[in-house]
């Protein structure tokens, strides 16, 4: 039973747009939730965390909110760039620090 | 530059041949993690070291075992590849994660795509 779940297995964006994805979770004991980036053939990347006491962290232009009563989070991308095109992890930490990944959001920018 | 390597990136194995994928890393962390990741599915952490100290996922199979002889090497030992074990497998490396206040940044390698023939 998944206890991340991305629901959208890919998203076209026009490039200089909002890129926009979601996350859902299970787990109400997660208490750090987590973005990674993955590119063909590299290794995921972290890319932005949020605290579960938090409900915003912004780095650049990428921003993560998180709903803790809909026990969901999105990632948002401003204004998207061709090289943010890859497959982008949702993750959460559990109360024993395992991380748990979801199954990724492939995201292509189109010019 | 600090990072995880990963050896081979691609490794052909037959049923049941027994294949070692390993794993280095620079960044001195004293956590190490084996994840295997099958097509379009999430990362699935199989193992992880603290230090020497080994914990295994209560449904990583027998098949699966892993050595980390010091704390720059880790590597996974799969006995008897079967057709599902095909895969990506990932190595992470982190500071130690326990109790800690804020996340432990997992970093990765490129991964070993292994293919059982």
């Known amino acids: 039973d998944q206890q991340v779940k991305q629901n959208s297995p890919s998203l076209s964006v026009q490039e200089g747009r909002i890129s926009i994805l979601n996350c859902d979770y299970t787990n109400s004991m997660f208490d750090y939730f987590l973005w990674y980036k993955k590119y063909p053939a590299e290794g995921p990347t972290f890319l932005i965390s949020i605290s579960s006491i938090k409900d915003k962290n912004e780095d650049g232009r990428f921003t993560v909110f998180l709903n803790k009563s809909a026990k969901h989070l999105s990632l948002h991308i401003v204004p998207s760039q061709p090289g943010d095109s890859a497959v982008y992890f949702c993750a959460a930490r559990g109360g024993d620090d395992k991380i748990i990944f979801g199954k990724g959001t492939r995201l292509h920018i189109l010019p | 530059d600090a990072m995880v390597i990963q050896n081979p990136r691609y490794q052909v194995t037959q049923f049941g041949k027994p294949v070692t994928l390993s794993c280095s890393q620079t960044?001195?962390?004293?956590?190490m993690y084996w994840y295997q990741q099958k097509s379009s599915q999430a990362p699935k952490l199989l193992f992880h070291y603290y230090d020497k100290d080994f914990n295994n996922e209560a449904d990583t199979p027998d098949n699966f075992q892993s050595r980390r002889p010091n704390t720059s090497f880790c590597f996974l030992d799969i006995r008897s590849p079967g057709l599902g074990d095909a895969a990506m497998y990932l190595c992470a490396t982190s500071r130690d994660p326990r109790g800690g206040l804020y996340y432990n940044e997992q970093f990765f390698g490129p991964g070993t795509r292994l293919t059982v023939l």
């Open positions: 960044l001195n962390h004293n956590v």
